[in-house]
C-alpha cells in the first residue's frame, strides 16, 4: 500500500520560495506518477503539477508555469515541488497524490496525503 507523506509547508514572504517534498513508502515509487494539488480557503481542489514515474513527462497548471518545478528522486522515494516567486493567492494546503501502479497523470488520484500548509503572506 503507497503511503504519502507531505512536508516542507510553512510562511513565506511574497516573491519568495519553499521547496516541498512527497515522501513515499510501502511501495517503489518509480511505479507511480505523483501529482500535486492545492485547495485554498473557500476554494475547491486544484492541480497544480504532475511528474511521470519515471521522471520524463511533467505538465503544470497555468497559474504556476515558469514559477514552480516538479521534481522526483525515486532513489530516495521522493518528489519536490519547488515553488519560486510565490504570490498571496498560492496560500493552501498543499497536498500530493497517487493514481494507480503505472498509471499516467491523467488519471484519478488513488492515494492522497495529508497536506501541507503553504501560507503566503508579508
Known amino acids: 500500500q503507497l503511503q504519502l507523506v507531505e512536508s516542507g509547508g510553512g510562511l513565506v514572504q511574497p516573491g519568495g520560495s519553499l521547496r516541498l517534498s512527497c515522501s513515499a513508502s510501502?511501495?517503489?515509487?518509480?511505479?507511480?506518477?505523483i501529482g500535486w494539488f492545492r485547495q485554498a480557503p473557500g476554494k475547491e481542489r486544484e492541480g497544480v503539477s504532475c511528474?511521470?514515474?519515471?521522471?520524463?513527462?511533467?505538465n503544470y497548471a497555468d497559474s504556476v508555469k515558469g514559477r514552480f518545478t516538479i521534481s522526483r528522486d525515486n532513489a530516495n522515494n521522493t518528489v519536490y515541488l519547488q515553488m519560486n516567486s510565490l504570490k498571496p493567492e498560492d496560500t493552501a494546503v498543499y497536498y500530493c497524490?497517487?493514481?494507480?501502479?503505472?498509471?499516467?497523470?491523467?488519471?484519478?488520484?488513488?492515494?492522497w496525503g495529508k497536506g501541507t500548509l503553504v501560507t503566503v503572506a508579508s
Open positions: 511528474i511521470s514515474g519515471g521522471g520524463g513527462s511533467t
Open positions: 510501502g511501495v517503489p515509487l518509480n511505479y507511480y506518477a
Open positions: 497524490a497517487a493514481p494507480g501502479r503505472f498509471k499516467a497523470c491523467g488519471y484519478g488520484m488513488n492515494y
